[in-house]
């Protein structure tokens, strides 16, 4: 019998293809590259990967802007190879998710091709089309996260389309059932291929306001640069009409429905709103007919993880969400690496990681962690002429892109690129990412990459960790000191995220759980806990 439920907790690797390793020397890498790097994972033990976008595609989202949701881009190898990596992940215990990017697709896609053609055609309505208005300005106020209006002239069919992104990624039409179903299909041909689940691109997308109502403004003080940066006016705009539509939920059954009939799949949906994320994250994965779990952006913004913060958005998981599950990520293909993003280059960033990296082992709710992130790899600093984000192309040099968090993984600092590719790889491999390479870090018992494997080790050996509910008790400053439990076990797990020694009092009946090597300062003698800087303690509650 699967376990249906082994998405709850389980801890997710991100791979980006492009840059995770190259197997036939183009610079890019690829499936067959993936393939002989699966080792690497299921020693960290994880329990199942998120490949990023390997679909076809002109690549101008690196994959986000999918041509053929049924084949596999040529540069990343073929079907053939993908069956391929399902096979070796599962001999290893992996479970395999995809990326499906449904909300819009590539304008080279043939729906697309079709639908601009004329206002007639069978898949004329398969996109979100609209009249100019008199002046001949686009229909409303509507902006592309990428820069500019988030409606594309098409002098064709003499109509505006729709993109939430580049104009190269049209908004597909969700009101209509034609387009819903195609998409179900699509997903039932990934599942009958033997995938165990989906990362689902910005659900909270799909579906927008058919008045087309103008966004209302925000005031300057109510916007939120948490996830995208301050010099992009759509951070400007409350928006209540072009995403989180309340009619999402309806596809989101209708999706789960389709994954109930296989044996045990399940989705993470990604939820990109500032205003109301944790909302939506409720909303979506309440019950159990609709997605199985959201992926939320509060730790991957700028504010630097903190006690407080920490305590505020899990307390606020629980209240809106008591039957929803999270999954929470630090670092992705699309922010700053949280090494630079939270940590200051004169700090012992490696003691900061490892604490941190302890407290995302013990939240309650799923876990993503982006390639290299178990490396403690910096944002790349790349040069203007390094950039192939068209994101950061657009805002730099306020914003940068996103490039920066995509470079090549670092395998073996005795090889050229550092394993990932014998030709010059897409983007650089930045000479301080070299002594960080796997093999520079693999069996030092004092390295970040042992620490994840402790850690994540840990987190298996205790249902607590992967299921239990979260209850957290008073600290001050830095600390932040929470019990998770389920059925008999009760784990109390005690973090000091600051550069200060601390203490504090828990009393009798805590005894410590040992995490064998983990070199954290932290002591217990009479019912006091002693923390050093960024230090950490487990305990077990009789
Ligand atoms: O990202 C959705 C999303 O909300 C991003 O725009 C995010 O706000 C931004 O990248 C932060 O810098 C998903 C994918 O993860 C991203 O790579 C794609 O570009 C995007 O969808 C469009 O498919």
């Not at 490949?51 to 990343?76: H, K, N, Q």
């Not at 030092?444 to 042992?450: A, I, R, T, V, Y």
């Not at 209850?471 to 439990?485: K, S």
């Amino acid at each position: 019998e699967p376990d249906r439920d082994w998405w709850r907790g389980a801890v997710i690797y991100q791979i980006y293809p492009r840059s995770f390793q190259d197997s036939d020397g183009d610079g890019i890498g690829d499936l067959r590259g993936i393939l002989t790097r699966l080792p690497h994972i299921a020693s960290l033990g994880a329990d199942a990967i998120w490949i990023s976008p390997f679909f076809r595609s002109p690549m101008a989202d690196f994959g986000y802007d999918v041509s053929d949701y049924r084949d596999v881009e040529p540069m990343f190898g073929t079907l053939d190879d993908f069956d391929a990596v399902v096979a070796e992940a599962h001999r290893l215990g992996l479970k395999v998710m995809i990326d499906l990017v449904l909300s819009h697709t590539s304008d080279a896609h043939p729906w697309f091709r079709e639908s601009r053609g004329s206002r007639d055609n069978p898949k004329s309505d398969w996109y979100v089309w609209a009249d100019a208005k008199p002046d001949g300005t686009p229909p409303n106020n509507w902006l592309s996260i990428f820069g500019g209006s988030a409606w594309a002239w098409d002098a064709r069919r003499q109509q505006y389309y729709m993109h939430n992104f580049l104009a190269e990624q049209p908004d597909l039409n969700f009101h209509n059932s034609e387009v819903q179903d195609a998409l179900l299909d699509v997903t039932r041909f990934w599942l009958e291929r033997g995938v165990d689940g989906f990362r689902l691109d910005t659900i909270n997308f799909y579906f927008h306001s058919q008045g087309l109502e103008d966004n209302p403004a925000l005031a300057p003080e109510s916007r939120d640069y948490s996830t995208a940066p301050a010099v992009n006016p759509y951070n400007w705009q409350d928006h209540i009409y072009d995403k989180s539509r309340p009619e999402n939920v309806a596809f989101l059954t209708r999706f789960r429905a389709l994954l109930d009939e296989y044996p045990a799949a399940a989705a993470v949906g990604e939820v990109g709103d500032a205003q109301r994320g944790l909302q939506i994250v409720a909303d979506y994965t309440a019950g159990s007919d609709r997605v199985h779990m959201c992926y939320s952006f509060d730790f991957l913004s700028p504010d630097k993880i903190s006690a407080e913060r920490v305590r505020t958005v899990l307390e606020e998981f629980d209240r809106v969400a008591s039957d929803g599950w999270s999954c929470w990520a630090f670092s992705n293909h699309d922010v700053m690496r949280h090494a630079s993003r939270w940590a200051a280059s004169e700090w012992d960033r490696t003691a900061y990681l490892k604490v941190i990296s302890a407290l995302l082992m013990s939240l309650r709710g799923s876990v993503c962690i982006y390639q290299g992130e178990e490396l403690g790899l910096p944002e790349a600093d790349l040069a203007f002429e390094d950039l192939r984000d068209p994101y950061g192309i657009r805002f730099w040099p306020e914003f940068k892109g996103r490039d920066g968090c995509r470079t090549p993984m670092v395998w073996d600092s005795h090889q050229p690129n550092a394993g990932f590719s014998p030709a010059r790889p897409w983007l650089p491999v930045p000479a301080e990412h070299l002594t960080m390479a796997v093999n520079t870090q693999a069996d030092d018992d004092n390295s970040l990459l042992e620490h994840y494997r402790r850690m994540l080790a840990f987190r298996a050996a205790h249902p607590a960790l992967i299921k239990g509910s979260i209850t957290f008790n008073d600290a001050q400053g830095d600390v932040v000191v929470f019990t998770r439990r389920h059925g008999n076990e009760q784990i109390l797990c005690a973090f000091n995220l600051g550069g200060n020694d601390a203490a504090l009092e828990l009393g009798d009946g805590v005894s410590p759980v040992s995490i064998p090597g983990h070199g954290f300062s932290g002591t217990s003698a009479g019912g006091t806990i002693k923390l050093g800087a960024y230090g950490a303690w487990f305990g077990r509650i009789a």
